[in-house]
DNA sequence: AAGTAAATGCAACCGTGTTGCATTTAATTT
DNA sequence: AAATTAAATGCAACACGGTTGCATTTACTT
């Protein structure tokens, strides 16, 4: 299935914009930030880059993750997320020297055990050190 | 060891401001967002609340934190972190009715497997769901 | 090729957090 | 207890991330 395809199977326009974003976030095992995506597209406005990773999140296409400095960072959905409630059940590894967000696909988070009375519906493991590129 | 003494080991000045945050995060044990005591201390500059923060955490007396929503929260470190570099080995339960932010420092973070070469420095987890008072 | 709903681009705005600087105040010294 | 001084405060002004409204354009439909 092509960029374009994927985009209108979730019943949006496979626009310009679009195809840019899917296509650097496909190519790239990695979570970005509005920052670096804005850097990468200079042509492209802020407010539609925006929109579009806010889309692409209610469309269950990415997930939207904090990093450990509260920057929020986004990554393409795996494992075809049921839409907007995507349980991400795996590890987000933070390189302190690069600050790239990997996503660790292989690694799902542990369980724990809570205190009587807390139920959980997600957890959200962020692992900060350095990475293999770094290390 | 009171309030201000404890601050004033910490190489601080006891203020007013100071004891009320210290006296606020001490009291309840939740993780409390900038904005929250901002409401709670009317009187208190905003500036200076976000001075009194920092300074606190730079002396290791609270440590920082960011909730599902990326908001970013303080609480008191429990087992007298070493400064600055404190390390968060406890769990962290947002709810996400109330929105309140507990540390459930009976709960340490589980270990983790990572893949060859990610050198792990902390790990951040973060549990959302329902908490005792709100189920 | 024309029509339409969706997507874009721009302006203007809000919230969070920071910096510089003059003033005040907590702790120290006499 | 008064004077000293370094630290803390309060204010203005700013930078940045993110949102909303609206007019224009564009992707898909017929």
Same mark, same amino acid.
């Given at each position: 299935m092509t960029l374009a395809e994927h985009i209108r199977e979730k019943g949006?326009?496979?626009t310009p914009v679009?195809?840019?974003v899917l296509e650097l976030l496909q190519n790239n095992q990695?979570?970005?930030s509005h920052t670096e995506m804005e850097a990468a597209f200079t042509e492209v406005d802020r407010i539609t880059l925006y929109r579009v990773l806010r889309d692409f999140e209610e469309a269950g296409m990415v997930h939207k993750i904090m990093d450990i400095e509260g920057i929020t960072r986004f990554a393409v959905c795996? +494992?075809?997320c049921p839409d907007s409630t995507h349980s991400?059940? +795996?590890v987000h590894f933070n390189c302190q020297v690069c600050h790239k967000m990997y996503c660790l696909e292989m690694v799902t988070t542990p369980a724990v055990k809570l205190?009587?009375?807390f139920r959980?519906?997600?957890i959200n493991t962020l692992i900060h050190?350095?990475?293999k590129h770094c290390g």
């Open positions: 949006l326009k496979a679009r195809l840019l990695q979570a970005y795996k +494992h075809s991400e059940d +795996h205190p009587a009375g959980p519906t997600g050190g350095v990475c």
